[in-house]
């Protein structure tokens, strides 16, 4: 029993270790030591003696993950052909309400969602609640609607979230990301806006330069009437001490 027992200890203690990889390549094995490699994302590790990552994921040379090409898509009610990385005018203000951490923007037709009247027209309406409140409603809510209605009901949505993406952020190039005609539309309301900021500055200049010619004009004649004034009691007083000056004698 002994014997048995000291040759079963024997082998269970002196099962062979499997031979040590030296080759240096990170992928390669040329000694035959390594086992299989799982995937193209593992790497040998030399000290571990395993392999390590986390497997492939197709990436690219940059590092980010690989993303196949699409076809141009058009929407369903505005026939907008739209590529892989453009977005609408509604996703885009969307994005930034995430970013300043306010709520979804809220759309409403002002028509109740059907055209009508001899025009056919389509009219909406967004709010862009602030994010400091719980609930719409409150005074630094911000409400846009187009002055005019269009005949798509896709293309009055967009045009309302077009006017407050000019007037949150109308620095940011939108015209990179959106599609015709809204990218079109986009510029145009720039340009105008831009027109319109230059003509109150003329207006303004104007008004300042008027005020400043007429105030120079004002003091000249107030200062020709003070001197007038001046030469008028001066001669009541003379004619004064005249008269004062005959009676004594």
């Known amino acids: ?40 994302g593992h790497k040998w590790d030399p000290e571990k003696q395993e392999w390590g990552g986390k497997g492939h994921k197709q990436k ?10 699409k076809a141009a898509q058009t929407t369903a009610r505005g026939n907008t052909t739209m590529e ?22 809220k759309y409403k037709a002002l028509n109740g969602g059907h055209s009508h009247g001899a025009n056919n027209r389509h009219l909406f309406r967004v709010i862009v609640q602030d994010a400091k409140q719980s609930r719409r409603g409150g005074d630094h809510d911000l409400i846009f609607v187009p002055r005019s209605g269009v005949s798509n009901e896709e293309q009055a949505k967009e045009e309302s979230a077009l ?8 620095t940011i190039p939108h015209e990179r990301k959106l599609p015709d005609p809204y990218k079109t539309t986009w510029l145009n309301a720039l340009a105008a806006k831009k027109e319109m900021m230059t003509q109150k500055q003329i207006q303004i200049q104007t008004k300042a ?22 030469k008028l009691k001066a001669s009541t007083s003379t004619s004064t001490s005249t008269s004062t000056s005959t009676s004594t004698s």
């Open 60 to 69: 690219g040379g940059s590092g980010q993950t690989s993303q196949v090409a």
């Open 163 to 170: 006017l407050g993406l000019l007037h949150m952020t109308p």
């Open 1 to 40: 029993m002994g014997k048995k027992g000291k040759g079963s200890s024997s082998s269970g203690g002196g099962a062979k270790k499997s031979p040590k990889c030296t080759c240096e390549h990170l992928f390669k094995c040329d000694c035959g030591n390594r086992p299989e490699r799982p995937s193209r």
């Open 84 to 105: 892989q990385w453009q977005k609408l005018p509604s996703a885009l203000l969307a994005d930034i309400c995430k970013k300043e951490k306010r709520p979804l923007p």
């Open 209 to 230: 330069n008027n005020k400043s010619s007429n105030g120079g004009i004002n003091n000249s004649d107030n200062g020709g009437a003070g001197g007038g004034d001046k």
